[in-house]
């Protein structure tokens, strides 16, 4: 569903109250939109802060080790610990009346996982699944290189073969991020998770 963006001035967003001390996950694979619907996402509300889950990975100086397809222990145990990290920080922003949209990806049994670790209700959940096509389109377009080891069609796969059906799931292969934005707001209640 499409949303005229000019629908919702971008100073009065109706749901602002709803979204008061609240978590918000933006995920979805690599070059799926993010970062920009997640920064979109915190500049319409009052007051909000982008909680980027992958500044936990790059803080980590000497012994990172990446996450491949082939994952080892030690690779799990810090995706882990990132996630954490980001929970923790979501939940600190939400208690002291911030809004925390979060944006990591987050797919197959850990996005579960990454439901409960977070204490703040309400919480809402926005996966961006783009199509394959239009992920790829996106990732030639961008200055950063998000693939290598990792296939587009392999984490589209994770994606929509391995991650559990929660929250709000958005195609926006033909949305621009502001359409996006807009749709999150006006299906808010759809996004809405409860604890398990």
Partial sequence: MLIDSDAVPEREVPVAKELDSAVVLVTGV?????STVADLLARRL????HVRGDIFRRMVVSGREELL????AEARAQLELRYRLSALVADEYARHGWTAIVQDIILGADLSQYVTSVR???FYVVVLAPSTTAVKSREAG??????????VDALDQSLRGETPRIGLWLDTSEQTPEQTV??????????RVEMH
């Fill in 120 to 122: 703040t209700r309400p």
């Fill in 182 to 191: 807009a749709t999150i707001l006006e299906n808010l209640p759809t996004a």
């Fill in 142 to 151: 961008r200055r950063k290189t998000g693939y290598g080891v990792w296939t």
């Fill in 69 to 72: 397809p082939e994952e080892t």
């Fill in 30 to 34: 690599m070059a799926a939109g993010k």
């Fill in 46 to 49: 009052p007051r909000a802060a």
